[in-house]
């Protein structure tokens, strides 16, 4: 019992984050709830299209809760109840409040893409970097979220090769990249979110009638990895999503510009960031509850999560809710991925619009991006999956530094409270630049101390370049 009380406090945990921590985020940003939104002021039938506040919840949801927190989370098991702590933590402090504040403003600034926001608040070359570093990674994204739904498919339906189903998966982004959001994104979302409530609730109701005690281990404070692997930072990178994600900046805008009542963006940003949080915590009390029972082919579950810890998330499903249930819970995670990888391309295809000033009201004008978008996919989707994911993780966590820096510095302009963003931008900056450096797949592999003081440097580096940076645009502004 002891277990599942430690689960609905952390859930409490997270709702009483939204409540009261959220109500503090809008109010240092001072949102003007009475704005006008970019939906209803510039509205242009194809991603300028108000939508009900319910929608675009779902939406977004769908858009920012990828894989990560379910196979990250299951994999972030590993580290022992720690992962908890981050994932609560994490999601109230950094990434429920990373996702809100760059959707507010982006609202402030008529539906603006994350690069132009980093440049307005970071300088010209931020913009001109993030442009690139953004429209790469949600290509990557598109990647990842092809190939990996494709294996799991393949799984429930030998009929079609991967390959096949990659060509079905791609085939349906393409057609939600071009067409108008509420053609396709705006009328099938339902149908996944309810597939997406089944697997989530399914877990709960079944996790405490499984048999095995739940949470049968509260050791938070230390390191149960079976291959010794350091929490710091590869924790922070393992379990990214229902956390903190980059990749969730990059979707903000889209829903802004279709969302008519600025005094929702709270209720749908932080929401919807809390509410993944709730997810990555359900899969990792599933991880952490079977982590030590047998799940498939005489394996447990962290030596299944160990070698593929997709299988382990399909091996946890049918432990617990059968063989029907189970592929009904892995289609859940499947939704999860092909929600994501669509409107991670119609973001890139916006995104380069915005660097060529192309309008995309007319259909030309959106093939004309979207076509070279998606070769480019197909081109990527070539490469080794091993090195795709690596800079996939690492770029993703890179991102939401970089997007809390240019919080930051929004909020120091403003003359408003900063470090509530600066504070959890320094510790990613710190994270990322030690993941670099010591990570063996980054291929420095640095000894942790060394990695590690190599990243506060840095960090306190940026925090030099940052205090000045925003001192001189503050006497320019003067």
């Not at 430690?6 to 009261?20: E, H, I, P, R, S």
């Not at 404070?221 to 229902?242: D, K, Q």
């Not at 600066?422 to 291929?443: D, I, K, N, Q």
């Not at 060394?450 to 030099?464: D, E, H």
């Amino acid at each position: 019992m002891l277990g599942l009380s430690v689960f609905v406090l952390c859930v409490a945990l997270l709702a009483l984050g939204y409540v009261f921590y959220g109500r503090f985020a809008q109010q240092i940003y001072g949102l003007d709830e009475k704005m006008e939104m970019p939906c209803v002021k510039t509205p242009d039938g194809i991603d300028f299209v108000a939508l009900p506040t319910w929608k675009i919840f779902l939406i977004q949801l769908l858009n920012i809760a990828g894989l990560g927190p379910v196979v990250g989370a299951v994999s972030g098991c590993l580290f022992g109840p720690v992962a908890l702590l981050w994932i609560v933590l994490g999601c109230v402090l950094a990434g429920a409040l990373h996702d809100f504040l760059a959707a507010v403003m982006s609202a402030d600034r008529g539906g603006a893409n994350l690069p132009e926001l980093v440049g307005e608040n970071l300088g010209e070359v931020a913009r001109h970097s993030m442009r690139f570093v953004c429209i790469f990674l949600l290509l990557m994204v598109g990647v990842v979220f092809t190939l990996l739904p494709a294996g799991m498919l393949h799984g429930i339906w030998p009929g079609l090769t991967s390959m096949q189903w990659s060509i079905v998966i791609l085939s349906y982004y393409f057609l939600a990249t071009i067409l108008p959001i509420g053609a396709i994104i705006g009328r099938i979302y339902p149908i996944f979110g309810a597939v997406f409530l089944f697997m989530a609730l399914g877990l709960v109701v079944m996790l405490p009638l499984c048999g095995h005690p739940v949470l049968p281990n509260l050791d938070f404070f230390s390191n149960l990895h079976p291959a010794g692997t350091s929490i710091w930072p590869m924790l922070f990178v393992t379990i990214a999503c229902g956390a903190i994600s980059g990749f969730h900046a990059t979707q903000s805008p889209m829903m802004v510009r279709c969302l008519p009542d600025a005094g929702k963006l709270r209720r749908v940003f932080y929401g919807a960031m809390v509410v993944e949080g709730m997810v990555a915590l359900i899969w990792a009390t599933v991880g952490l509850t079977l982590r030590e029972v047998i799940v498939a082919d005489s394996q447990t579950l962290s030596q299944l999560t160990l070698s593929n810890p997709s299988a382990a998330v399909r091996a946890a499903s049918d432990f617990l809710l059968g063989n029907i249930g189970g592929c009904v819970a892995v289609l859940g995670v499947v939704v999860l991925a092909i929600t994501s990888g669509d409107t991670a391309l119609r973001s890139c295809r916006l995104m380069l619009a915005d660097v060529i000033r192309v309008k995309q009201v007319r259909i030309v004008s959106r093939l004309a991006l979207a076509v070279p978008l998606f070769i480019a996919v197909i081109i990527i989707s070539q490469l080794d999956f091993s090195v795709i994911w690596r800079y996939f993780g690492w770029g993703n966590q890179m991102l939401a530094s970089i997007t809390l820096w240019a919080i930051a510095s929004c909020l120091r302009r403003r003359s408003r409270l900063y470090l509530p963003a600066l504070l959890p931008a320094a510790f990613m900056t710190c994270m990322c630049v030690t993941f670099l450096f010591y990570a063996p797949e980054c291929g420095i592999g640095l000894a942790l101390p060394y990695s590690s003081a190599l990243g506060l440097f840095v960090t306190l580096v940026c925090l030099v370049v940052f205090w000045r940076m925003v001192r001189a645009k503050s006497e320019k502004a003067a």
